[in-house]
């Protein structure tokens, strides 16, 4: 079974401070997904990383994915209160089609 | 830019109802979702489909769901004989056929079952 796992669960930064989310994977995977969800809202896709040593940018955030070490991460820059809300790493399995499984999400709060 | 719509936004059904939730996929894509969050937790998968059938299912989706495309935009997913713990947020998404493309979610449909 794939096992997906975030770590925090929980974040609280200051604005302009800088932080890494990590997902770990229990098994191989070929591709890794990011979203973003605020509360009550859909999800919205952040990045799609097909390939090791993948790294991807967008504004503020960046992710890279390792798959040897089943490893993703998504570090925020200089954090802004627009940040805030809760990302999920989602992976889907190699033999299994376009499954996502879901990590348990990390909820970001930025305070001014 | 093309979104997945769902309807309706919010349902409440007694327990024992039948549901239907309603989504339109983005047009150009072939691969259909639904996903379910209960409230505070992680999101989980219940079903995908592609070219009129099922193609891999969760162990979450027992007889008591099923899915449908009944026309060329519609895919809808039924809940016979809703139980309490069926209460959850349902999100449908798609994707086009190639491997490695974004999985696009719709806004969801929050079902409370009383």
């Known amino acids: 079974e794939l096992k997906v796992e975030q770590n925090p669960l929980f974040l609280s930064m200051q604005e302009g401070k800088n932080y890494t989310i990590y997902c770990n994977y229990s098994t191989t995977s070929d591709r890794l997904y990011w979203y973003r969800q605020d509360p009550g809202k859909s999800l919205e896709s952040l990045f799609v990383l097909l390939s090791n040593g993948a790294v991807k940018q967008e504004g503020r955030l960046m992710a890279s994915l390792d798959t040897k070490a089943r490893l993703s991460t998504l570090h925020i820059t200089a954090a802004v209160h627009d940040l805030s809300a809760t990302y999920f790493c989602a992976v889907v399995k190699e033999t299994s089609g376009s499954r996502l499984t879901f990590g348990e999400g990390t909820q970001l709060t930025v305070n001014p | 830019e093309p979104e997945v719509t769902q309807t309706p936004s919010h349902q409440v059904t007694q327990m024992g109802q039948e549901v239907i939730l309603r989504c339109v996929p983005i047009s150009n894509h072939l691969y259909f979702y639904w996903y379910r969050q209960i409230l505070g937790q992680k999101v989980e998968f219940l079903v995908s489909?592609?070219?009129?059938?099922?193609?891999?299912k969760s162990e979450i989706f027992d007889d008591q769901f099923s899915v449908e495309r009944p026309d060329g935009s519609n895919f809808t997913l039924k809940i016979r004989s809703t139980k309490l713990e069926d209460s959850a947020m349902y999100f449908c998404?798609?994707?086009?056929?190639?491997?490695?493309?974004?999985?696009?979610f719709g806004e969801g449909s929050w079902l409370t079952v009383v």
């Open positions: 489909f592609y070219n009129n059938e099922i193609s891999e």
């Open positions: 998404a798609s994707s086009e056929p190639s491997s490695g493309n974004t999985i696009y």
